[in-house]
């Protein structure tokens, strides 16, 4: 590598990939764990020595067997040429890694960040598996800082991968497999695995044969069913030590379910955050202008600290007359434009659900009241 450190061209993004990787050429990394093969009959001519450390060749096992255990590169037969291109793609596939948008105006996001931080432990937490869970209702922002916290930390693991939408691509025909495709060429960089995802079961393999030593950033974003945690992340034993998987979904118990290392729970913006977010949508500022205070403090009562609420609202109204304002935020809980209610139906199904749900027991506890009345009344 001292070669390389020499020239100017090569970026020391990729100096840094490149010496972090593991290559078994021309021996399989099953004989470097129990060694066997060349490095059995090494060992075993060391061992014979009487002068050998014993100390020291016990330690050098351990040593081997670990170094086996990590993931790596391996080539016991065929042109190192395409191994070697193989392994520059990954590692440039690193190198470009684009940001992921994240958002026009991250108003509130640092606060969210800061708490996640603690809970994901990436600095000191390298000798575990940790699976974490970001929860809230619809529009609140649970992807948006999904894609906050892998933008500051996808560079601290030896791959990552951010898979959106999962919901609704699962729905499709072979979605699962194109999710697992996507999940392993981002990860390992390489697009001839594609080739080898025929179905769910087989991606299920391949990422759990191949993931299990890898210490890697996965995103769930957009979770809604037990089935697509069992098939993209089946347990802990898939991955490597110091891995993270983080799942966004509206349902909390889903999470509690799966066994969740964490689970956090987003709030809606408080009022200062919301009066932000709203001006830079509506008056392209962070505030408002003082004669239209009053009417975005009214306004935004109805977002419910919501940031798409927020967003969609500010945009209706920006540049229209104080005369539309006023109509508008009269009109607004009679009959609210059609993208805000959809955005404000969708947050509030859950807590409509489980009102339901209440309102179900209770009918069916008054009405148990009732038979036993009756029974009682009849002398049964």
Not at 93 to 110: D, Q, Y
Not at 146 to 157: T, W
Not at 316 to 338: A, E, M, V, Y
Not at 346 to 375: G, M
Request: hydrophobic share 40%; net charge positive.
């Amino acid at each position: 590598m001292r070669s390389l450190e020499g020239e100017k061209k090569y970026h020391p993004y990729l100096l840094r990939r490149l010496e972090n990787q593991r290559f078994f050429l021309r021996v399989k990394p099953s004989e470097v764990r129990i060694q066997t093969g060349s490095f059995g009959e090494a060992l075993a001519k060391y061992e014979d020595n009487s002068d050998v450390n014993k100390e020291k060749l016990a330690k050098w096992k351990v040593a081997l067997t670990k170094a086996s255990n990590l993931s790596g590169w391996h080539l016991s037969k065929g042109d190192e040429s395409q191994l070697i291109q193989r392994i520059v793609e990954a590692a440039l596939s690193k190198v470009n890694r684009a940001a992921l948008n994240v958002a026009k105006h991250p108003v509130g996001i640092e606060d969210n960040l800061r708490e996640l931080k603690q809970l994901i432990d990436v600095k000191t937490g390298t000798n575990d598996v940790k699976l974490i869970g970001i929860c809230g209702i619809g529009g609140v922002g649970k992807t948006t800082i999904a894609k906050a916290l892998f933008n500051e930390f996808a560079d601290e693991f030896e791959g990552s991968s951010f898979l959106a939408d999962v919901r609704e691509i699962s729905k499709q025909h072979l979605g699962f497999v194109q999710v697992h495709e996507t999940l392993l060429i981002d990860i390992f960089g390489d697009n001839n695995l594609k080739l080898k995802v025929g179905n769910i079961h087989g991606g299920i393999n391949i990422i759990r044969d191949r993931l299990c030593h890898k210490r890697a950033l996965v995103v769930l974003d957009d979770v809604d069913q037990l089935d697509q945690l069992e098939t993209l992340a089946g347990g802990h034993e898939w991955f490597g030590l110091g891995r993270r998987i983080i799942i966004t979904t509206r349902n909390r118990h889903l999470l509690a379910t799966h066994g969740a290392n964490g689970i956090y729970e987003v709030r809606g913006l408080n009022h200062h955050e919301a009066l932000e977010l709203f001006s830079w949508n509506a008056f392209k500022s962070n505030e408002p202008a003082e004669e239209c205070l009053m009417l975005s403090n009214f306004a935004i009562q109805y977002t419910s600290g919501l940031p798409l609420a927020l967003e969609v609202l500010g945009s209706f109204l920006c540049c229209r007359t104080r005369h539309q304002w006023q109509s508008t935020i009269h009109n607004i809980g009679k009959k609210p434009d059609k993208k805000l209610y959809e955005i404000l139906r969708i947050s509030y199904d859950a807590y409509k659900i489980i009102s339901s749900l209440f309102s179900w027991i209770l009918h069916v506890s008054l009405w148990e009241r009732t038979e036993i009345t009756l029974l009682k009344y009849l002398g049964v």
